[in-house]
């Protein structure tokens, strides 16, 4: 396994964490609210990881430079 996919898992198993506290606790809006903006970041560091893995993603410096 490569160290994409060994991080690609443990995000995968952060977000399956979130939603199970959420299912299984009550949560103010407060808290529901940031869950929920720390599985969007979470959903986009898998896009992010899974773009590297297939080698499509874009290179940090040329992201700089736009």
Do not use: F, W
Request: net charge negative; hydrophobic share 35%.
């Amino acid at each position: 396994m490569s160290s994409v996919e060994g991080i690609m898992n443990l995000v995968k198993q952060l977000k399956l964490d979130i939603a199970t506290e959420i299912k299984e606790h009550k949560v103010d809006a407060r808290s529901l609210r940031k869950l929920e903006e720390s599985v969007s970041y979470l959903d986009d560091m898998m896009n992010s990881l899974d773009q590297i893995k297939c080698g499509t993603g874009t290179n940090m410096k040329e992201k700089k430079n736009e």
